[in-house]
T-cell receptor, first 114, second 114 residues
């Protein structure tokens, strides 16, 4: 079935460091891909998305490119801040027989130290 | 525009009881999905409703059920609660069903079963 694999955390970085969180997927068709972020005690917030191959999603300095050839959607940020500390989830969304389903990775906890 | 709201935010129940959680989607959104989040299993899809019809269901026992009303508000019910049902229950709404429509999440209901 459809699945998402993302790098296990936790990831600890210093402020202004470069961030990469790897995400690969398995899907039978052509899914839309998403990154969600969850701050402590809160629900999930959509960070960015891409709906077709070679699309680049970007938001708040974060970027991810939909790579069909490597089935990947890695999240990157050039310079992280303490406020970026959160759990990041990679997800794909497929239509199955006319209905919707989001499939999430396990999440990667990021801690950014000053 | 108001976001997705979930009530109650916190709930404590004892084993064997039943519980009903409520979700109000963003105005104009007709699709509502429910997810269970636990430290061990991560985010797991429960079910999805569109225009009052259940369109997709995850791999959960029949104790988990839901419904959607004509105003798109949704409720989920868990009967005969077990300790393992302790989790954060997240509701998400989207405008439509195709994968390109992103889902917006509520803050969740934290259910503790004792």
């Amino acid at each position: 079935g459809d699945s998402v694999t993302q790098m296990e955390g936790p990831v600890t970085l210093s402020e202004e460091a470069f961030l990469t969180i790897n995400c690969t997927y398995t899907a039978t068709g052509y899914p839309s891909l998403f990154w969600y972020v969850q701050y402590p005690g809160e629900g999930l917030q959509l960070l960015l998305k891409a709906t077709k191959a070679d699309d680049k999603g970007s938001n708040k300095g974060f970027e991810a490119t939909y790579r069909k050839e490597t089935t990947s959607f890695h999240l990157e940020k050039g310079s992280v801040q303490v406020s970026d500390s959160a759990v990041y989830f990679c997800a794909l969304r497929m239509s199955q027989g006319g209905s919707e389903k989001l499939v999430f990775g396990k999440g990667t906890k990021l801690t950014v130290n000053p | 525009k108001a976001g997705v709201t979930q009530t109650p935010r916190y709930l404590i129940k004892t084993r064997g009881q039943q519980v009903t959680l409520s979700c109000s989607p963003i105005s104009g959104h007709r699709s509502v999905s429910w997810y269970q989040q636990t430290p061990g299993q991560g985010l797991q899809f429960l079910f999805e409703y569109f225009s009052e019809t259940q369109r997709n269901k995850g791999n959960f026992p029949g104790r988990f059920s839901g419904r959607q009303f004509s105003n798109s508000r949704s409720e989920m019910n868990v009967s005969t609660l077990e300790l393992g049902d302790s989790a954060l229950y997240l509701c998400a709404s989207s405008f439509g069903q195709t994968p390109s429509y992103e889902q917006y999440f509520g803050p969740g209901t934290r259910l503790t079963v004792t």
